[in-house]
């Protein structure tokens, strides 16, 4: 019987030195890092692809229940990662100034 094996779990278990059990697939970012202990507020059953910056994916199981996905199983890509950015609550808008112009001279 053959045993169907995600495009994912396949790279996992042919790059050297990805960390993937060649036998499972199983990578050991998953078991050491919960989403909800990386980014405050994520459900701890998102996916964790990278810890730094997190990349969390959401497991199809976990979209059907909702017509709308909630944002503690949105998913979450990063380049960067402020210290502050981890978290789904808004960062405070005290010391921030916003300046509009415009691309026409004034009359």
């Known amino acids: 019987m053959q045993r169907f094996h995600s495009r994912r779990s396949f790279l996992l278990r042919q790059?050297?030195?990805?960390?993937?059990?060649?036998?499972t697939g199983a990578s050991p970012i998953s078991r050491l890092s919960s989403a909800a202990?990386?980014?405050?507020?994520?459900?701890?059953?998102?996916e964790v692809l990278v810890p730094f910056p997190a990349v969390l994916e959401t497991p199809l199981p976990l979209l059907i229940p909702d017509r709308l996905t909630p944002k503690s199983l949105l998913f979450v890509r990063n380049n960067a990662q402020p210290a502050d950015a981890a978290t789904l609550n808004a960062?405070?808008?005290?010391?921030?100034?916003?300046?509009l112009t415009a691309a026409f001279p004034d009359r």
């Open 15 to 23: 790059l050297p030195g990805s960390g993937g059990n060649r036998r």
């Open 91 to 99: 960062a405070s808008p005290d010391g921030w100034k916003i300046t």
């Open 37 to 46: 202990d990386l980014v405050s507020g994520k459900d701890a059953r998102l």
